[in-house]
């Protein structure tokens, strides 16, 4: 399996034991998924997914909240969950702030109420409806990106609004007449697991980090090395350079005694670093004495013409 379906295996097992909370997560369900259609037979509520633990967990928390057996049918690989009988629609609609008391939708595009998302867990138990409905995550071996698909601006805005509650920086973006909310980065995907009580699934993105961190880190280093001995390389390449261009020109007998053993000194070990070189002077030189001697050698090159 994906690892986004292993965290919605995970979501669709949790069953929280709070009323409040379940009429949370059902109302998340019923927010992407579903709609109210209007027959010659009266008002009926249709649920439609392709996931099976979806289906399931929208059985479940519809009998326990409210006592009903959903009606369900196939079509193609899309399962439909229907409930159509007057009085336990109505039941229903009415436990889910959909309806009022007089039978009258106030929310009839099946948006939450603001009633469902007053308490911090109840924004967690509907974050996690969201994703187990029409939410999605990547592989984090290869990138991180975490979506939940959104059938209108206004449902995206009460997600990321959401989000913001605990500290998420989620963006929305429209694609193919759909509201998409996504978060980019490892650290935030980690805390939106968390916020859905994903925690499995957490551990093993933290993982996934830990090693994608330490592979980076590894590959700085070794880049960052490489880079230093290109560096020392090139330079003392150029510094033979310079010294051949003297040894032509005028010889390097006639350098300063100081200059002369330096450049001999590079000329017979050119691989070495300064600190080396400079262990190899009589008396001993430190690094800067080293560079200041070259440097000067370099100097006297272009006075000679090199360019």
Known sequence: MSFSSDVKQELAGQIDNRRHCQLAELMALLSAEAKLEYTRGGMSLCFCTENELVAAKYRMLVKKLFDIDVAQEMSMYTQILRVDQPEELNHMLMGLKVMDANGKLQHEDLSADGLLLQKSCCKRAFARGAFLASGSISNPEKS??????????????????????????????????????????????????????????????????????????????????????????????????????????TGLDKLPVQLREMAYLRLEYPDVSLKELGELCDPPVGKSGVNHRLRKISEMAKALGRE
Do not use: W
Not at 148 to 168: T, W
Not at 178 to 196: R, S
Not at 231 to 246: E, G, H, L
């Open 144 to 249: 991180y990106h975490f979506e939940i698909v959104c059938p209108s601006e206004e449902k995206a805005i009460l997600l990321q609004q959401m989000y913001e509650d605990f500290d998420l920086d989620a963006k929305i973006v429209l694609r193919k007449k759909h509201y998409i909310v996504y978060l980019k980065e490892g650290a935030q995907i980690v805390d939106a697991l968390n916020v859905m009580g994903a925690h499995v699934a957490l551990m093993n993105l933290e993982n996934v980090r830990i090693i994608k961190e330490m592979r980076n880190s590894v590959n700085r280093k070794v880049n960052c090395e490489t880079a230093n001995i290109n560096k020392v390389v090139n330079a003392a390449c150029r510094q033979v350079d310079d010294i051949r261009y003297i040894q032509k020109k």
